[in-house]
């Protein structure tokens, strides 16, 4: 290879490295980033990526929904976690509002809590992130049973 055209390939490789350097954005791992690539996933409707972000109690809630619903359907096919998060996309039932402004309300060393509000008056939400092997996850309550009012916050009874 000529010295030139050496040259000219370290000054590719350099610059390709340089662009790739400047193009990719580092991850925002604090709560409020957390809930952005969460919200994020959702609409991309990445299952996989969203669980990842879900914390530990909720993705528990969730393989034992994934293993009920292998058990009904026989053993075949084996539901897997993530799926569970995909029937009310498949449905139809998206979010009549997007979220506009993410505010950190509270940051322990182990919990945090983000307000996601809307454009409109009332569109606002509150997410509670926990700290697990050094990072945030989201974590949802159990949701109620139909038919049932949801508990009452507090303690749970043991």
Known sequence: MSRPRARQL??????????????SRPVDRSPVGVVKRLIVAAQDRDTRALYALL???????LKA??????????GSPKRQ????????WRSGALADWTPKTFKLLKKTAQ???????GEK????????????????RVEFGQPP???????????SPR
């Open 65 to 74: 929904s994934a293993g009920r619903a292998t058990a009904l359907a026989g």
């Open 121 to 136: 008056k009332g569109q606002r939400a509150e997410l509670t992130l926990v700290k697990t092997a050094g990072r945030w």
């Open 55 to 61: 914390g530990p109690a909720t993705q528990a809630r």
């Open 81 to 88: 976690p993530h799926e569970m998060l995909s029937p009310a």
């Open 145 to 155: 049973l139909p038919g049932r009012s949801p508990p009452a916050p507090g303690p």
């Open 111 to 117: 919990t945090a809590v983000v307000e996601i509000r």
């Open 10 to 23: 370290v000054i590719i490789v350099a610059g390709g490295a340089l662009w790739a350097a400047c193009g």
